[in-house]
């Protein structure tokens, strides 16, 4: 999981924000929110978390939020899997030039399976048929 102090930072030196009291002001929060969330003592909710991750730019951040937050480790790892899984689909969606190809390599990082098995199944239904 990347703490959320990391997001903080990126929207520091991206120029996103001067500092943290500037990253309170934009998110509609007080600085010793801020202050929490850089030290690990809490996490944004899920509002806040949705307006950090759209001023970044990260929809992972969303998932990374709730992680910070998760009440159990299974929930924690149900969280930072989601995060991991966003991170990858923007990345593919940069550099794919196919909405629906990245939708399907998408799915199948939910789903847990590799595009290569999935295309590999999809070549031998065809040359079955």
């Known amino acids: 999981m990347k703490p959320i102090r990391i997001y903080l930072d990126e929207a520091k030196e991206r120029g996103i924000a001067k500092n943290d009291s500037d990253i309170a002001r934009k998110l509609e929060v007080t600085p010793q929110a801020v202050s929490k969330w850089r030290k690990g003592d809490d996490a944004p909710a899920e509002d806040t978390a949705a307006r950090l991750a759209e001023m970044l730019g990260k929809p992972e951040v969303m998932a990374e939020c709730a992680a910070a937050r998760a009440k159990t480790p299974e ?47 999809h070549k031998t239904s065809l040359s079955t048929s």
Do not use: D, N
């Open 75 to 121: 929930g924690r790892r149900m969280w930072e899997r989601l995060a991991r899984i966003a991170a990858a689909a923007v990345v593919v969606a940069a550099v794919t030039p196919h909405e629906s190809y990245a939708a399907v390599k998408m799915q199948c990082a939910y789903k847990g399976l590799l595009f290569s098995e999935l295309t590999s199944r």
